[in-house]
């Protein structure tokens, strides 16, 4: 069976509680297409406006981040549980920014990611190598590792309903989205590795989406590869060009 395209927007530290409605009442016409998933994943102080504005559409709500304890003296954070009470279906785990700015390691994404799965929550498991990383010829090893870590514990069942999102750090936010080819290449390898760690049925299953500077010009030709089921959008995604993306064909 044919893997279904799953085009999330990642808004980012974007959109206070009233913008983010006025855009979801902006953005509704323009992303119906029942062929996708369609997926606003917007921060912590959205959701409930969001996913009450979102009532009635094919818009599934996503959150950027989670803890991995259920409850207790972690000021700031937000559990799986409150998410899973608002209305959210995906959380996206281990954003590059994430990992650079706030310090979460692989252990830290796979506790996340094992937390989710725990409560029903589908996670959005990034990953992505840093220009250096590239140039060295060590992109491969540092994804690998990333998905290896990642998950750690995560039965074959719940993989295949798993996300994963290849995002080169080096493509994010700076309009350099990577070639079709690079794209597919590296996504292809993660299905590959995903195969490893489980069996062929499981990658089969497994999403896999491209992230960095995907736009409405470049998204019909990455989505239309063989180990691309859809992208991880950024800036793009606070845009009416988000309901081009999601209408690509
Ligand atoms: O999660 C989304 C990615 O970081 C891509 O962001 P971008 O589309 O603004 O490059």
Not at 29 to 40: A, R, S
Not at 52 to 77: L, P
Request: net charge negative.
């Amino acid at each position: 069976m044919a893997r279904k395209k799953i085009i999330a927007g990642n808004w980012k530290m974007n959109m206070t509680p009233s913008e983010a409605v006025k855009l979801v009442e902006t953005l509704k016409p323009l992303v119906v297409n029942d062929e996708v998933d369609v997926v606003f994943c917007v921060p912590a102080i959205d959701i409930i406006p969001v996913v009450e504005a979102a009532k009635g559409t094919n818009i599934q709500v996503g959150a950027e981040n989670m803890y991995f304890e259920e409850k207790g003296a972690y000021t700031g954070e937000i559990s799986p549980a409150m998410l899973v009470d608002a209305g959210v279906k995906y959380v996206v785990l281990g954003h590059s920014e994430r990992r650079e700015y706030f310090g979460e390691t692989n252990e830290d994404v796979n506790k996340k990611i094992l937390k989710a799965f725990e409560h029903g929550i589908t996670p959005i498991m990034c990953c992505g190598e840093t220009l250096t990383q590239r140039e060295q010829g060590v992109t491969m090893d540092f994804i690998r590792q990333q998905v290896k870590v990642g998950f750690q514990g995560v039965t074959a069942d719940q993989a295949k309903t798993a996300v994963i999102a290849y995002e080169p750090i080096w493509a994010i936010g700076t309009g350099k989205t990577a070639t079709t080819e690079q794209a597919q290449e590296v996504c292809g390898e993660i299905r590959k590795c995903i195969a490893e760690i489980y069996d062929d049925a499981t990658a089969a299953e497994i999403r896999i989406q491209y992230g960095g500077s995907v736009n409405a010009t470049t998204a019909p030709d990455l989505f239309a590869q063989a180990d691309i089921d859809g992208g991880l959008v950024g800036g793009a995604s606070l845009k009416a060009d988000f309901g081009k993306i999601v209408n690509y064909k």
